[in-house]
């Protein structure tokens, strides 16, 4: 088990932004964090009201942006122009080049927003984007799968070996996820409230990574939201 407090994530404060970075990235460099498997970035991001992201490059990245609060406006030089809010799932197959922005789309209120960086199985494909809601009953006290290579449950498409799973389990209750394919791992974080895994006790933002294991538990002491990402390791 590989453990990642919350309080030990690296700090970037520039103003409109307030980022926590799980693993390196940009000017946090740690050389213990440099991810898990094919999974490279997790940045817990806060964007003020009326500012954001402008248009820049990408390529040969699996990006996908989960909302927790608020709504973020997405651009891209594939046409895409659309609006993700807490609920959705966005994914972006960066591929042989893309060009996009992400600002908040509110003038009054921040967006707070994951953004999860996953090496590709293939180099050089097409550019590709996918969104979708997802029922917040469908994940109480259950698995609800979110991210998949072949869509699996309705999820959004990525180009790796690599499921999420989102759970919002009430206190008392707990859950238990199932690899998907062998030889994968799973990196867990706790988005919100209390969840005990393997006899140890994790708050928000902690982040849990089991390079192998072929199901996991999650007993939460506290009402919880949880995201699961199993990636090749």
């Known amino acids: 088990m590989i453990v990642h407090a919350s309080e030990t994530r690296g700090i970037a404060n520039h103003g409109w932004l307030n980022s926590k970075h799980t ?11 440099m991810g898990f498997g094919a999974l490279r970035v997790i940045n817990d991001d806060s964007v003020d009201a009326g500012a954001g992201f402008g ?6 990245m699996e ?14 030089s594939e046409g895409n122009s659309t609006v993700i809010r807490k609920g959705e799932v966005q994914i972006m197959s ?16 921040a967006v707070k927003f994951l953004q999860i960086w996953v090496l590709p199985k293939k180099m050089g494909i097409k550019p590709r984007y996918g969104q979708k809601a997802f029922s917040a009953q469908d994940r109480k006290n259950k698995i609800q799968n979110v991210v998949s290579p072949d869509g699996r449950d309705g999820s959004v498409i990525i180009n790796q070996d690599a499921f999420f799973a989102l759970t ?10 199932e690899r998907q394919l062998e030889g994968n791992g799973v990196y867990i974080f706790v988005l919100s409230g209390e ?5 140890q006790t994790f708050k ?3 982040g849990i990574g089991l390079a192998q294991f072929e199901d996991v538990k999650i007993n939460a002491s506290k009402n ?8 090749p390791a």
């Not at 390196?24 to 460099?29: C, H, P, Q, V």
């Not at 248009?55 to 040969?60: I, K, L, M, N």
């Not at 969840?195 to 006899?199: A, F, L, P, S, T």
């Open 195 to 199: 969840v005990e895994i393997e006899g």
């Open 94 to 109: 960066a591929g042989t080049g893309i060009f996009h922005s992400e600002m908040n789309a509110s003038t009054t209120d």
């Open 55 to 60: 248009r820049h490059p990408h390529r040969d």
């Open 23 to 33: 693993f390196s990235f940009a000017d946090y460099y740690n050389p213990q964090r």
């Open 168 to 177: 919002d389990i009430d206190a008392g209750n707990s859950v238990t996820y």
């Open 63 to 76: 990006i996908i942006s989960i909302p927790l609060e608020g709504a973020l406006a997405h651009q891209d």
């Open 224 to 231: 919880a939201e949880v995201l699961l990402m199993e990636v």
């Open 204 to 206: 928000a933002r902690d």
